[in-house]
């Protein structure tokens, strides 16, 4: 197999799972917390962080663990990736988040797919996106340079605190938000509000990479 071939299934698998974390986690947090949200939420965040922590730790060697186009896009712009990577690993991502889904929701006896009912839209919650992908932009961006372990625990220790102060529960992935437009769980999101979550979380990376090319953690471009 092919190292772009190795990286996308890397991607796949690593990025299946991390949803299957986190609508799993949400939808067992919902049914034991009895109506509580600050419990669900609690166990959806520690468990996605959890999650984040390993899968960034077994895939990072082999794809980047990037699970996230946008991630994948940093790694374009930095020249560690064509551009026929990154749309492959972008359609592999999507791909990959609808499989966690399904697969979240087979653990729990759910149809596979299904639209979600929950509002999440306006100013506050779309400053909260553009406010969670900066962070984790620069997370990244400001962590890699000590190595995997570092960039793990700080991308998932970073999650798991955005998932509290911003009022959107740090969505902070495109794939993730459009793949929970189809779960009707606790981590779910109306599809008529995925397009606001994607444009701020696009405008939180970039300024974030802006921001990390200023002040010297950016990679520098190959001519």
Known sequence: MSNLGRALLAEFVGTALLLAVIVG???MG???AAGNDGIALLANSLATGCGL???ILVFAPISGAHFNPLVSLIARLEGDVNTTALLALAVTQTIASFAGVALAHGMFDLVLWAPSPKQRTGLG???AEGVATFGLVLTIMGSRRYGAVTLAAAVATYICAAYWFTASTSFANPVVT???AFTPTFAGIA???VAGFVAAQC????VAFAIARLVGLAKESPT
């Not at 405008?203 to 970039?206: F, S, T, W």
Request: overall charge positive; proline content about 5%.
């Open 25 to 27: 986690s949400g939808t």
């Open 203 to 206: 405008v939180g990376a970039v």
């Open 53 to 55: 922590f390993v899968l």
């Open 178 to 180: 459009l793949a929970r």
């Open 30 to 32: 919902e049914r034991m």
């Open 191 to 193: 599809p008529n509000h």
């Open 125 to 127: 919650q779309w400053l």
